[in-house]
């Protein structure tokens, strides 16, 4: 069964079922002791790519934003049986739309939506159609949306697991900004935690 391991912050760690790894966003936690397969960066901030943590190979794949969005143009890839499509996100003064992408996974069954660093934004609206498996989005009101926010794009792209992340800058994870995501399906993972998907 596939896995996902929360580094913490927004950094996450997906495990298929055939044994490959998948890193997002590396910053933060612990867990970079697995080979990446994969490697998705959503945009260039210090605290969503520090690739120097990983154990790469030679058939490592590593998707920077610059990769998956040129000219307006959003791209799909596959490797290792993992479809991953490039989504908008940004919507807000931190983050620029024309350098942030968020992931669409497809792997073993799941589909799997990573917002990365972004408030609400119209392509959302698209995502209700995908039945999506988990949404992370990023609740940390300071530099994208707050738990209020991320709860009403939840009720939007209607995922059948929200797992609220990003929650407080220059902090692994934030207790009390988490508990205020009211998305009637939304699961808490903490830092150091792995859940089956």
């Known amino acids: 069964m596939a896995k996902l391991y929360y580094q913490g912050h927004a950094s996450l760690r997906f495990?298929?079922?055939?044994?490959?790894?998948?890193?997002?966003?590396?910053f933060a936690g612990d867990g970079y002791d697995k080979r990446a397969d994969v490697v998705l960066i959503t945009h260039e901030h210090y605290d969503h790519n520090a690739i120097h943590l990983l154990e790469l190979n030679p058939r490592t794949v590593v998707i920077r934003a610059k990769d998956a969005l040129q000219n307006g143009v959003y791209f799909d890839f596959e490797y290792y049986g993992v479809k991953i499509q490039a989504v908008p996100a940004g919507g807000n003064p931190n983050h620029n739309e024309n350098e942030c992408v968020g992931y669409l996974l497809r792997f073993d069954g799941l589909t799997i939506y990573v917002a990365g660093d972004t408030s609400y934004v119209p392509a959302m609206e698209r995502l209700a159609e995908e039945a999506i498996d988990y949404a992370f989005l990023p609740i940390d009101g300071?530099?994208?949306?707050?738990?209020?926010?991320?709860t009403r794009c939840a009720q939007i792209i209607r995922p059948k697991?929200?797992?609220p992340y990003h929650s407080k800058p220059g902090m692994l994870f934030d207790m009390k900004q988490v508990m205020r995501v009211t998305y009637e399906n939304a699961i808490l993972v903490r830092p150091g935690q792995a859940i089956e998907l």
């Open 142 to 150: 300071v530099y994208n949306m707050g738990p209020e926010e991320a």
């Open 15 to 26: 495990e298929t079922n055939e044994g490959r790894y998948i890193f997002v966003d590396p």
């Open 161 to 163: 697991h929200l797992v």
